[in-house]
């Protein structure tokens, strides 16, 4: 029997066509025994090269797990094993994958999401469950007849967070804005105007008022402003990965396209690429060079600002320490 | 018998005391056939001047179109036979004009949309379905009693556009961002911090991580970043008309208040009004001249800048391609 | 007998351990009358130093006022009575303040918040009610096998406003970002991407589609542009106290760190700390000087520029007043 990477049984939907909308996988039943993976071999074509559906009949079957209990007429059970860390090549795969990371099981960018995008299918998350979109506009319509009512969330291939997994001695104050597929480390407070994509978060405590893109991670301690700005890695074709050390601040609506080392400041409204070019000043306010931010990128204890008078950006070593509101940042 | 510029039958909500609280027109009820008008036409006094209220009786005694399966004891069904596109005089006429905008029917600015906030009722969106929010108070107090939810997602005169359409082939992250009205390309792909009014939208695909007012329209391949803003009709007494061409890339929170031709991009956290004053730079960074923002208006393939160490906007003809990350982008 | 503060008879919501995790305060239950204060007294074994149960026990005794038709198996009533106005001690005194706030009986700032973030729990607001996070994950899976679903709204201290208060005259296209607490003026419209916080809020008419901080407060007729930024007094450590002044305009994505006199106008992108220094200019944009910009805090008629060309922050004073437009603004 090869090694096992990962597994898992879920609980899905499939469309009226029989295809996967979505899979939720609880806690308990992720790293499974490997006497039951060995015991539902037996039911694999593939030996686990693709999910197992686990139907009522196979179910009975198996001794070394009892899953009565999560049959019903209305979901479907899944049964996955990965033996390595592959591109992703099924629902239930990038489903398990996404749990991976909300469940703080892998860290982001630590596992292989490639083909992602192919394999979800865009899904309405509804207040009536998922829905194929492509079944929805009947169902509005039925229920407008009759006067009741299907609110419609989210068209997207992504579901909310926190309608699979709640992580612990987290705040997130909308959560139709951080995806399946987050990293929110312990401590984190999400703010309305906060947003983490799937494959991004944060590693501890810390406040999040603005977007952390996709394959961005924000270390403990530091805080994203209102509606500051990580560039990701998805748009614009840019291959450079982002990430912020430990306690620095982005201030309100600025952005951010370099990484930052530790005890970093980027002043609010100020937009960092990393083609910047960028004034380094003494304590005397001197220009000394002038360097392209990406040169800066992940040292430590500097200073963002433009100068409100010349317009220039500049960057100086800072001494005073950020100290993020105690009383805001607890979470108990 | 006059012409017909637009005609459809609707099922709709009205509070305790009659008025119109909205209407869902389905898709296949639009454009209604001319016998269809002809035989209704009868029920109405004022031959449609007014919006015709389709009781049961008057259901029972039409024979060109059979309505039975939309008669309900919580929904009400109106006619509506529009001559020519005039200011709007009823609720009923606000929302027909709405949905021929997001079922992609007519394209925005296209049409007479006088008259529409002092038409539209506001109303409250709940998870109970359309409220008069006079009458919510109590309904709040007599679920909390009851430890029962009701939940209020807005108060506003538009419902969110997938409440009642859901547009083809589309992505739409957080659904409520995007109101009714919207016309959203197909292709298009909105982000949690996408937003999109009425009257404005996408003409194909594209990503709009930022904000299209009322007004704007987006040519395909364009990419609107996280926290963008455009400058719409509605707010600050401007009558121009903001449009952004095809392929162009407006950055993460930047803005935009001229038009912008194919092809252009704004720099991230670059806010460019119609007055900035703007220096036009050569291939060589040298100033040519210096103009109004306004001037460049609808232009194809400038690049506008902040220089990060003189703080001046400039704007330089640009070669390279945008090129949009197809993974993400693709819809399917 | 002791004077009395306020007092209120509130609906709500315990855990599984009893704890609360939220209070509705109905309008009419808000401010009692004094004999029924005396009547329920009794009952009260520390004077109401503590909120008092009202047990179904406690309920038919009082003879002062009939609550029968307050009783349910799933919420709890409790009254309070605060004899001062002293830092929160208890769940249903912190949601009795910020009841206070949204029912515009008392102005932001105005009480004592102190302890707030303490008292306050953490609750799961979700399509079934409120509940306690640590319950969430068994509900969630529960409701995956059976096929139907629970919706998590927020993981917050905070509900929103709509679910508890229906403030007169107001729209909110998003409800999910304004929070309980909020001081909502009447004719203002609270926009997609605006937001208020508790504690903060407008006292009249205006538009909001940016970000009200805590502490902040906004007078009437000023337009917070789209994804404007102010800074409140919980982020950064500043004890600073912004306000807002009448006819303001902030642009989109612009900031503000100063408070503003009357009719002051900050230009779309611009963000202007405290510390930022700004050039006063005259009538033909010449520099009279150099000033800190919180040396012009609270000064009216003032109109504040990043100049384009070179990049520095400049302010001159303003003729012309802003129009914001009439009929996007109004709310019948």
Known sequence: MNTVKWSAIGIGTKNQEGN????????????????IIEEASKFSADDFETPLDLSKEIVKELSTINLNDYLSD????????????????????????LHLLSYREVKPNSINLDNIFAMLPTVAWTSEGPKD???LPE??????????????????????????VIPEGVRIADSSRVRLGAYVGEGTTIMHEGQINFNAGTLGK???E??????VIVDEGSDIGGGASTLGTLSGG???VISVGKDCLLGANSGLGISLGDRCIIESGLYLTSASKVEIIDDNNQVLKTVKAEELSLKPDLLFIRNSLTGSIQCKERKKDVNLNEDLHSNN
């Open 20 to 35: 996967w909308l979505e899979i939720f996988y609880p806690k308990d039943l992720i790293n499974l025994d490997s006497n």
């Open 74 to 97: 209305s979901s479907h059970l899944v049964m996955i094993v990965l033996r390595e860390d592959k591109k992703i090549e099924s629902v239930p795969e990038a489903y398990l994958k």
């Open 133 to 135: 979109p492509d079944e």
């Open 139 to 164: 169902i509005i319509k039925d229920r407008k007849i009759s006067g009741s009512q299907i609110h419609v969330y989210s068209l997207d291939k992504f579901p909310n967070l926190t309608d699979y």
């Open 206 to 208: 810390g406040m999040v």
């Open 210 to 215: 603005g977007r952390i893109a996709q394959g």
């Open 238 to 240: 840019n291959d450079l």
